[in-house]
């Protein structure tokens, strides 16, 4: 692996977990900022089966 590789990487990971982020702001205002997509997914899921 070349350091442009590594770099590239890190970048794209970094990008991903901002998106991932973004969602989790989205989705419940901040409060749990750290979750996951497949969290998030999963969550709204079982939110609408509830009601």
């Known amino acids: 692996m070349t350091w442009n590789m590594v770099r590239k990487l ?3 990971e970094n990008e991903i977990h901002t998106w991932t982020w973004v969602m ?7 409060e749990k900022e750290t979750q996951t997509l497949f969290q998030l997914d999963y969550g709204e899921k079982t939110e609408k089966r509830g009601r």
């Open 24 to 30: 989790a702001t989205k989705q419940k205002n901040g």
């Open 10 to 12: 890190k970048n794209e």
